[in-house]
């Protein structure tokens, strides 16, 4: 599976962005798909994920009710729309891809085993 993340850029405080993945090479309707986030000198963190196989997403609490995960079926396409952005939410952003059915979501960073090459967010005050 080939993941490819796009979308980040400069943004003011309270400002929106929609990043994107698109993943090919194999079908990932049974996947679930997951953004993380590193800021500079911190570990990466779980963001968000999405169940492909009946549409049930997570969230961190720092970006519940501002940032919402949708798809594109036929594009093979994940979203991670962002709003009412915070500097905090400065950031590489990068989606993953868990091929494993699991009973619970996971935002275990090893548990993803496909990784986009992240897009970078940047939240001005």
């Known amino acids: 599976v080939q993941l490819q993340a796009c979308g980040g850029g400069l943004v003011q405080a309270g400002g929106s962005l929609r990043l994107s993945c698109a993943a090919s090479?194999?079908?990932?309707?049974?996947?679930?798909m997951g953004w993380f986030r590193q800021a500079p000198g911190n570990e990466r963190e779980f963001v968000a994920a999405f169940k492909w196989s009946g549409g049930s997403t997570y969230y961190a609490n720092s970006v519940k009710g501002r940032f919402t995960v949708t798809r594109d079926n036929a594009k093979s396409t994940v979203f991670l729309q962002m709003n009412s952005l915070k500097p905090e939410d400065t950031a590489v952003y990068y989606c993953?891809?868990?091929?494993?059915?699991?009973?619970?979501?996971?935002?275990?960073?090893?548990?993803?085993?496909?990784w986009g090459q992240g897009t970078q967010v940047t939240v001005s005050s």
């Open positions: 993953a891809a868990d091929r494993l059915s699991r009973i619970a979501t996971t935002i275990i960073v090893p548990d993803y085993e496909y």
């Open positions: 090479g194999r079908t990932v309707r049974y996947y679930t």
